[in-house]
């Protein structure tokens, strides 16, 4: 029923499109803003896990270029009641950032317009996101 609530209220607050600030519960309940700082980002909600709640995406389009468009995942965690920043390989960003819509990501990125782009495949553990599959595309 929580996750339900919790779904509605996040449904209704936002719209469908990006958005330029996103006010989600920080834990303890407390809220804070994403997007009051100087770099400009735009949000949208998608279940990028598969676990039923939504997960936040940002756009960053200051970080976007040649390896393409650059995006940040916060994973809501139902037990903290928080959105934590995701990561992979030691890096928060996620170029070329695809949603599967069953529990797994993809990313795209080359190193230049002229190079070949790599493609990687990560599944949600339940906890993190890991890399299962791996190519390149000349």
């Keep these: 029923m929580k996750k339900l609530l919790m779904m509605a209220v996040m449904a209704l607050a936002l719209a469908p499109s990006f958005s330029d600030t996103l006010t989600v519960p920080g834990g303890n309940g407390e809220f804070k803003t994403l997007g009051e700082d100087e770099v400009e980002s735009k949000y949208s909600l998608k279940d990028a896990n598969n676990d039923g709640y939504p997960d936040i995406v940002e756009y960053l389009p200051e970080y976007s270029g040649s390896m393409?468009?650059?995006?940040s995942l916060?994973?809501?965690?139902?037990k903290t009641q928080k959105f934590e920043k995701a990561e992979v390989d030691g890096d928060?960003?996620?170029y070329?950032?695809?949603i599967k819509g069953d529990g797994t990501i993809e990313t795209s990125a080359s190193a230049s317009r002229i190079g070949p782009t790599i493609v990687k495949k990560y599944k949600w553990t339940?906890?993190?996101w890991q890399e299962h599959k791996s190519y390149k595309i000349d």
Excluded: D, Q, R, V
Excluded at 68 to 71: A, I, L, P
């Design 74 to 78: 916060y994973m809501y965690n139902p």
């Design 68 to 71: 393409g468009m650059c995006y």
């Design 92 to 94: 928060t960003f996620f």
């Design 96 to 98: 070329g950032l695809e």
């Design 126 to 128: 339940g906890s993190k």
